[in-house]
């Protein structure tokens, strides 16, 4: 800029070790870090009916994932025996955990909600509904955890992939600006818009894909891979039943991975011009 400012830098043609920086949670660094590492940007949502299934497909998908989503109450018989083998998992496999809890509390009760799910996971979703009570109550647990360094995180709501959600356009601007607000506790957004986030630090979590367009018959809705990394503007994409419920995980997981990955090659590739770029010169 003429005043001498650096002109800010499009998060959707930075590559990911570039982002690392910018960031200011411990947990979006050690993501889009690991997400350069392993050369992938899939999430899978582990929704199984058991835990042995759960273990199993941990194992057939572990080397291509970089964060596996859970919902652990899921499980008929979760304990934290269950969190420390999934830990082991993490550890051998390279993938964070991130508790898709979307918790929407006062700070008290967020601080407790939290402390607990970071005993066993890195990361968890969460609603802004409460405002910025509950994410000082994310910091106070974080800083009370005095577990260096720190590399625990939260993903807020402010979009979502099912049909008729009663999310409105304000709702999602206000929880954007405490994303930046709160920036050293907030990994990143649960998003499905390529205008939301502009600082490179913050990663964008984007759910709602399958191998195919479409949706199911409880409202969730589909949308391909490469729309959305490239129309969308996702950087982890997140992908559950079409892995889980293939009759081979371990293949789906590799297919969607490359294709995830050569979706987001094409987005920072010098020179090119993407489906997000053509989308933000008619904005």
């Not at 596996?68 to 499980?75: A, M, N, P, Q």
């Not at 955990?97 to 006062?106: A, H, L, Q, S, T």
């Not at 949308?223 to 081979?248: C, H, N």
Request: proline fraction near 5%; glycine fraction near 8%.
């Amino acid at each position: 800029f003429p005043n001498g400012d650096l002109i800010p830098k499009n998060r959707l043609k930075m590559k990911f070790n570039e982002r690392v920086d910018h960031a200011q949670n411990p947990l979006a660094r050690l993501i889009l870090d690991l997400m350069e590492q392993k050369k992938s940007n899939l999430c899978v949502a582990l929704d199984v009916p058991t835990w042995e299934e759960a273990v199993r497909i941990l194992h057939e998908v572990g080397d291509y994932v970089v964060v596996v989503k859970t919902h652990f109450d899921t499980f008929p018989d979760w304990s934290p025996a269950r969190g420390e083998q999934l830990n082991e998992l993490a550890k051998k496999y390279r993938f964070i955990i991130v508790e898709d809890r979307k918790f929407g509390d006062i700070g008290n009760v967020i601080k407790s909600q939290v402390r607990a799910v970071f005993g066993w996971a890195q990361g968890v979703t969460m609603h802004t509904i409460c405002g910025e009570g509950s994410l000082d109550g994310v910091r106070m647990a974080i800083k009370e955890m005095n577990d260096p360094p720190f590399e625990r995180g939260v993903f807020l709501v402010s979009e979502l992939s099912c049909a008729e959600n009663l999310i409105s356009t304000q709702y999602t601007k206000k929880t954007t600006e405490l994303a930046v607000q709160f920036s050293q506790v907030v990994t990143g957004l649960v998003a499905q818009s390529p205008l939301l986030i502009k600082e490179p630090g913050f990663v964008q979590l984007t759910p709602g894909v399958s191998s195919k367009p479409g949706g199911d018959n409880l409202g969730q809705t589909y949308v391909t891979p490469s729309d959305a990394v490239l129309l969308k503007g996702g950087d982890l994409i997140v992908v559950g039943r079409a892995i889980t419920q293939s009759s081979d995980p371990k293949d789906a997981a590799r297919k969607m991975r490359n294709e995830l990955w050569n979706a987001y090659v094409e987005r920072v590739s010098d020179g090119l011009t993407t489906t997000v770029e053509r989308h933000l010169d008619q904005v």
